[in-house]
């Protein structure tokens, strides 16, 4: 079963986000700290031009800090600087600010050679759906103006909010690609809740976790947490396994709760994703 999704108001978003970014100096472009290379729309680069781009890379508290260190030295031989936060917190979101507000200094410079006088800098927060782009404008903010949710396709309008003397934000709604040309991305954005989840089946997504965590050798975090072993090579025959076990059979319930339990941070610190080599 393929997993597509891109709900009308998505794109009706990024028709008026394309029509915004005219007005804007900087971007922000979150991704999600588990899967930042399949939360990264192929679209950033055409719409950041020439503007200044700060990459934030959220959900820092949801993977191991050796893999964070190896995604930021990747990052840096890219020639990019990485700012990883935790938005719900707080953590990281400083730097963050000030690397905005260093690009609004840049740009009133180059307005006072030409005899303008200065203005806030005007900053855009795109990203996945629900990779944490409210809740990173809130802790900016230092207070809760925008709605965020653990859901994808909260924030449904595009709009400003003054952050300080020198900085404006525009919250814009999740962007997604049209289509999402890895099925292996689509799957580990259902299993991080990056899209909606009309777009997905709970067993098939709840199964490819499993095999990811297989993947990485990491199927002892199920047994850990389920009180039962991983004897099988098959995500399918585990899950079944498990729905014995734990829910009488009920195969749709234990994938849901185990897709929970992972969104929730219960299997443990997971990335599901590494730096390319």
Same mark, same amino acid.
């Given at each position: ?45 055409? $719409? /950041? ?13 949801? =993977? %191991?800090?050796? !893999?964070? @260190? &190896? ?88 709009? $400003? /909010? ?13 962007? =997604? %690609?049209?289509? !999402?040309? @890895? &099925? ?94």
């Amino acid at each position: 079963m393929s997993i597509q999704w891109y709900p009308g108001h998505i794109a009706k978003a990024e028709r008026t986000l394309t029509e915004q970014l005219k007005r804007v100096d900087v971007i922000l472009e979150v991704r999600d700290a588990r899967i930042p290379l399949a939360t990264h729309h192929p679209q950033v680069p055409h $719409w /950041v031009g020439s503007k200044t781009k700060v990459l934030v890379i959220n959900r820092m508290d949801m =993977i %191991p800090s050796h !893999i964070q @260190k &190896q995604w930021e030295e990747w990052f840096q031989q890219g020639g990019e600087t990485a700012y990883f936060t935790n938005a719900q917190l707080g953590n990281g979101v400083e730097a963050v600010a000030k690397a905005a507000q260093l690009a609004g200094v840049q740009l009133n410079e180059k307005r006072a050679s030409r005899g303008m006088l200065p203005r806030p800098v005007r900053a855009v927060v795109i990203g996945f759906p629900n990779v944490g782009k409210s809740a990173l404008i809130n802790r900016l903010l230092k207070r809760r103006v925008v709605e965020s949710a653990r859901r994808a396709g909260v924030t449904r309008q595009l709009r $400003w /909010v003054r952050i300080s003397e020198t900085l404006e934000l525009l919250d814009a709604p999740g962007v =997604i %690609p049209t289509q !999402i040309k @890895k &099925q292996e991305d689509a799957l580990k954005l259902a299993i991080c809740e990056d899209i909606g989840e009309a777009a997905y089946e709970n067993q098939q997504v709840a199964i490819a976790l499993i095999e990811f965590l297989q993947d990485f050798n990491l199927q002892h975090l199920l047994a850990a947490r389920y009180q039962l072993e991983f004897k099988t090579l098959s995500g399918e025959v585990y899950l079944q396994e498990l729905a014995e076990y734990r829910h009488k059979g009920d195969i749709e319930r234990t994938a849901r709760q185990l897709l929970n339990d992972f969104r929730k941070g219960l299997l443990g610190n997971i990335a599901l994703e590494l730096p390319p080599h």
